[in-house]
Every structure is written in structure tokens, then in C-alpha cells.
């Protein structure tokens, strides 16, 4: 997938109230476009807040995580495609992600697979009862997804180059857990820089607190945008 350096990186707006999440925006104008509306900002701003930021032009990666019975998630999927989301996540079994899939084909909408969170390793996949590792478990469910006929997934970029072997150039994948060098990871186990998410294959890296939370967010942004150019 050929994207633009600048337009590789998805701004997550994890704020608690909807006027910081504008005023980010309006300090990124010119060099981000692609925002994440999580479920902090959703609970507060709804849907109006994703309307507004389609509105004035950006693009939004509605990350609600669905996961639900197959009709519910289905509807749910067609609504976000009728607000303009871009992309949207989705969790479950074969039959949920077939639902999503089939609810979002023909339209702009990409469904994305969650696969595993990047808060989790090993010992956390064990806990949960998986008898397998992070890498094979995240393997399986992107493979689901994409039976399923969602466009990608989201996963770790500690994934990305198993998942691009495995499964070729047509997938979608995006990447959360990007922290630039010298970086503390924060609850991400499974992190890494983002020219390092890049050079694995990730198509987008999904950035918040190290923009977010800079003292100066658009220079932030600037330095992220200029390391993914070299």
C-alpha cells in the first residue's frame, strides 16, 4: 500500500473532553489528518464529535472495539459507515468478523481485526487460557479477519513482519504501541519505534502520548513525520 509519510500516522485524541480533542487538531493542522476517536473521548463527545472531525475534513479511525452477537455488530458497522468513519475495530470470533466484513463491503469503511492488545504478552495470553504464544495467537486471528473480509488488522509491530510474511502485501495493518527512541513504553509490552513499525510493514502507526502529551505537540509530530521521511 503506498501512503505518504506524513499521512502514515494516526493521532489518537485520547482526551476526556471533547474541546481538548479540537484544540489538538487545530495545533496539528497542515501535518496530521488521520485522528482515533477511542472509547474516552466517544463516551464523552459521541458521535457529534466524529461528525465534526469528518466535517472539517480529517479522517477518523473509530477504534470501539466491537464485540458483540452478529446482527448487533453488523448494524453497528453500518452505522459507522454512514457517519464517513475510515476505519473502524472489530473483535471476536469467525462470525462476528464475517458479519462486520459483509456489513462494510462496498463502502469506504476498512473493518480492522483486533488481534491482541499491546498491554499483553506471554504470561497475559497464558492467564487468559491461550496455549499459545502472543505471535501465534495474533497470527490466527488476523487470518480470521481476513477470511472474514475485513480489510486488516491492528496489532503490535513487534507482529508486523510475521504478519506481512504470512500473509502478503493486500493486508491492512496497523499499528499501535509507537513510542520514538529514548521513550518511556508506558502500558505497551509490545512497543517500538516508528521507523522500526515501518521497516516491519505497518501501513499506519497509531501515535498518541508521545503528541499529544509534548510540550510542544506539533513539533512532536514534525520530528515522528521527518524520522518515517529518512
Not at 477504534?63 to 476505519?87: C, E, H, I, N, Q
Not at 520514538?180 to 513504553?185: M, R
Amino acid at each position: 500500500m503506498l501512503v505518504k509519510s506524513g499521512d502514515r500516522i494516526i493521532c489518537a485524541l485520547d482526551f476526556e473532553r471533547g474541546e481538548e480533542a479540537l484544540a489538538m487538531t487545530e495545533r496539528l493542522k497542515g501535518l496530521v489528518g488521520f485522528y482515533k476517536v477511542g472509547m474516552l473521548l466517544y463516551l464523552e463527545a459521541g458521535g457529534a464529535m466524529v461528525r465534526r472531525l469528518i466535517g472539517e475534513g480529517h479522517r477518523v479511525f473509530l477504534d470501539l472495539k466491537f464485540y458483540d452477537v452478529p446482527d448487533t455488530v453488523g448494524a453497528a458497522v453500518r452505522r459507522a459507515a454512514a457517519m464517513g468513519v475510515s476505519f473502524l475495530t472489530v473483535h471476536g470470533n469467525k462470525e462476528i468478523l464475517l458479519r462486520a466484513g459483509e456489513a462494510a463491503a462496498g463502502r469506504d469503511l476498512k473493518v480492522l481485526g483486533v488481534t491482541v492488545l499491546t498491554s499483553l504478552d506471554d504470561t497475559d495470553i497464558r492467564g487468559l487460557g491461550f496455549p499459545c504464544s502472543v505471535e501465534e495467537l495474533v497470527l490466527q486471528r488476523a487470518r480470521w479477519a481476513l477470511e472474514a473480509g475485513c480489510a486488516g488488522v491492528i496489532a503490535s509491530p513487534r507482529e508486523a513482519a510475521l504478519l506481512r510474511r504470512e500473509l502478503g502485501p493486500e493486508l491492512l495493518l496497523v499499528t499501535p504501541g509507537i513510542r520514538p527512541a529514548g521513550s518511556a513504553p508506558g502500558t505497551h509490552k509490545r512497543a517500538a519505534t516508528p521507523q522500526e513499525a515501518l521497516r516491519a510493514g505497518a501501513d499506519y502507526l497509531v501515535i498518541g502520548q508521545p503528541i499529544i502529551r509534548a510540550a510542544e505537540p506539533r513539533a512532536a509530530a514534525a520530528a515522528i513525520i521527518a524520522e518515517l521521511k529518512r
